[in-house]
Each structure stands twice: as structure tokens, then as C-alpha cells.
């Protein structure tokens, strides 16, 4: 059985780790945290983009575990691509067909 389990969204170095060891120590395989948070207003945090992304790079380099982020756009399926093992696609973007085309090429490839 695969567990996956992390926090909403990357918000901090210090606040992935502490979550990071928690995770790994309930015997969890997968982390799952959010690089990309769009949110109603635009002056709401919005997540740390790249800089989330290799913080969960780096998460899996001290605890071995595969991480799991989403996608929000087809150009940001590349970026999310170079730092994950699985790449999320959330509800409110089952009706992007052009990302799900650019999930469905990486997927066809063998790349998941």
C-alpha cells in the first residue's frame, strides 16, 4: 500500500522538514507538498514556485522519499517534471486539456 502524506503547500525550509521527518518516520514512501498555490486573490501567498520545488528536491535526497507536487499549467509540467517522481493534476484541472495532453506525452513515454 502506498502512503502518501505531506503538507497543502511549501511554505518554508523549516516547516517541509519538520513535516518531511514526520512523514518518513510513520513509515510513509511518498511526500506530497505544494511548489504552486493559486489562491482567489492574487495578494494571497501563491506558493514558492521553483524555490518549493527544490526544497522537496531536496527532501528526498535526506529521506529517500518520492515526492509528489502538481502541476497547474502545461508549461509548468517541464519545471514540476525536473523535481518530482509523480506529478499531480488537481480538480480544478481535469478540464485543462492541453496539460493533460502534456502529462499524457511524459506518461506515454514511460516517465512517470
Known amino acids: 500500500m502506498a502512503i502518501i502524506a505531506g ?9 517541509a522538514f519538520v513535516v518531511a521527518e514526520a ?3 510513520s513509515g510513509a514512501k511518498f511526500f506530497r507538498g505544494g511548489a504552486f498555490k ?13 524555490d518549493g520545488l ?3 528536491e531536496d527532501i528526498r535526497e535526506k529521506y529517500g522519499l518520492k515526492i ?10 517541464d519545471l514540476v517534471e525536473r523535481y518530482a517522481d509523480v506529478i499531480q493534476i488537481g480538480a480544478r ?4 486539456f492541453t496539460l493533460l495532453r502534456r502529462v499524457g ?6 516517465a512517470v
Not at 509528489?68 to 509548468?76: H, K, P, Q, R, S
Not at 484541472?93 to 485543462?96: A, G, I, V
Request: charge should be negative; charged fraction near 20%; proline fraction near 6%.
Open 7 to 15: 503538507p497543502c503547500a511549501i511554505e518554508s525550509r523549516d516547516q
Open 23 to 25: 512523514v518518513w518516520r
Open 38 to 50: 493559486p489562491r482567489h486573490s492574487p495578494y494571497a501567498f501563491q506558493g514558492l514556485g521553483e
Open 54 to 56: 527544490k526544497i522537496l
Open 68 to 77: 509528489v507536487t502538481e502541476a497547474l499549467d502545461e508549461a509548468g509540467v
Open 93 to 96: 484541472s481535469m478540464q485543462n
Open 105 to 110: 506525452q511524459i506518461t506515454s513515454a514511460g
